[in-house]
């Protein structure tokens, strides 16, 4: 075994798995991953799903069985925060004070929720984004009646369908004129107003809330700006999330919309890497720089900078995908639909049962696709959108045309 330490900050999604693919490429020194959690890293989407929603436990969650960081020789450091980086001396200090060396570096530390300036010392306003927070989150709904989801994004939105199937009365409260507009088209956009619609979830949008207060009695006001007020007894807020990025800045590192990596993901050091939300990287098919909020991104980015690490040239170049679950419609999505000319529809939004997809395009080039119970389309759009060739609109709307003739 060579002397050589690699640490890794962040133990979730981007960590483990850059963990594990230095082993598979060969990284022979010690490798350390740190996590502020004291949980056994375990999957961040099924918090807003079947986690909430009392279908699975945490402990059927867990990325890796503990047996697997101890077979790679992972040493994991769980329920520890790093406090700094001094790039002079190539170490890290812990909350504890103890100091840890390196010799390479990889910043893994994904993303916090964004807070409203609203309701922040209230018991029952809560924010999503950890397994304690779900524990938290819990007890609290025992006994409401009415919840009130302050963002109609992906997470406001599985958590609706989680708390509609509750029983409980549900109110999303959206500031833009859809919900989903950063994310996706207008046809999903109303494809998912209507499906929550459907379930008894009441949507309110160009709604922006001005106050949150709370009565003795518990009960909260939420007023929005248009004057019109939503009584709730929980209420729980979903307004994005942002780059954790503060120890890369104070370590003198480039930081935009989250942790500058070229291609390679190497920082603006050369010996640290990132990894996962909480990166601003280049892509070579938009030709500008993102920052993912993805297992996908977190994984296969981490698994690039874990084989530059070990010293090769491997460039960051994946389609971006993601999904959500609600109610019984799984909605897949491949590549950014940002700047299309272009959209074609295939199928019906009103048909449920066979689902559709909405293909984006520009300049004749498939730039993304929405797909709601089409797997076949999502699998068919992620390698015509790699090869970046001109795509023929009548086919991705004939329905007699096999997706998988398109390629
Ligand atoms: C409720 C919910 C549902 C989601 N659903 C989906 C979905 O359906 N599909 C999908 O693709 N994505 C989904 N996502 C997004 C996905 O979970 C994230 O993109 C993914 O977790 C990113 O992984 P990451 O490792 O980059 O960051 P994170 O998962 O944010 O992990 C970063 C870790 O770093 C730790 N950390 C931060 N700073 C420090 C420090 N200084 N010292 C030590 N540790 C530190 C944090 O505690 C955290 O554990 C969902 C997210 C949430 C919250």
Not at 144 to 157: F, N, S, T
Not at 177 to 182: C, I, N
Request: charged letters at 25%.
């Amino acid at each position: 075994m060579s002397d050589r330490d690699c640490l890794i900050i962040g133990a979730s999604h981007a960590g483990v798995s850059l963990a594990l693919a230095l082993r598979k490429e060969g990284w022979e020194g010690g490798v350390k991953l740190i996590g502020a959690e004291n949980e056994l890293p375990y999957h961040r989407p099924p918090l807003s799903k079947e986690h909430l929603a009392g279908k699975k436990e945490l402990d059927a969650m867990r990325l890796r069985p503990m047996k697997v960081y101890e077979d790679n020789a992972i040493d994991l450091l769980l329920g520890t925060t790093v406090y700094s980086i001094d790039r002079n001396s190539k170490s890290v200090k812990l909350q504890t004070g103890e100091s840890l060396a390196y010799d390479k570096l990889a910043i893994c530390t994904g993303a916090s929720v964004r807070k409203l300036p609203l309701g922040q010392d209230l018991d029952r306003v809560h924010y999503l984004r950890t397994a304690a927070d779900v524990g938290l989150i819990k007890p609290k709904l025992e006994g409401a009646k009415h919840v009130a989801i302050i963002g109609g994004g992906y997470i406001g939105l599985e958590a609706a369908a989680v708390l509609r199937s509750f029983g409980l009365e549900v109110t999303v409260v959206e500031m833009a004129e859809r919900v989903l507009s950063r994310v996706t088209g207008e046809v999903m956009s109303e494809f998912m107003t209507a499906l929550h619609m459907m379930h008894g979830v009441s949507i309110k949008t160009s709604s922006q809330v001005a106050a949150i207060q709370a009565a003795d009695s518990g009960q909260i006001t939420i007023s929005c700006k248009s004057g019109e007020t939503i009584q709730a007894d929980f209420v729980m807020v979903g307004v994005g999330v942002d780059p954790n990025t503060t120890l890369a800045e104070a370590a003198g590192l480039s930081v935009g919309d989250g942790i500058i990596v070229d291609e390679y993901t190497r920082c603006s050091d050369p010996d640290i890497f990132a990894a996962g939300d909480c990166t601003e990287h280049p892509n070579a098919l938009y030709k500008k720089t993102l920052r993912l909020e993805s297992v996908q991104n977190a994984n296969d980015q981490a698994r690039v900078a874990a084989a530059n690490m070990c010293g090769k040239s491997v460039v960051y170049d994946a389609v971006p995908w993601f999904w959500s679950d609600q109610y019984d419609i799984k909605l897949q999505m491949a590549g950014l639909n940002e700047d299309y000319d272009e959209f074609v529809v295939r199928g019906d939004p009103q048909n449920t049962e066979e689902g559709f997809a909405v293909f984006y395009l520009k300049d004749g080039k498939l730039l993304a696709a929405d797909c709601v119970k089409r797997p076949k389309e999502f699998m068919v759009s992620k390698q015509l959108i790699a090869q970046d060739q001109t795509v023929d609109s009548g086919l991705l709307r004939d329905e007699s045309s096999d997706p998988v003739s398109w390629r």
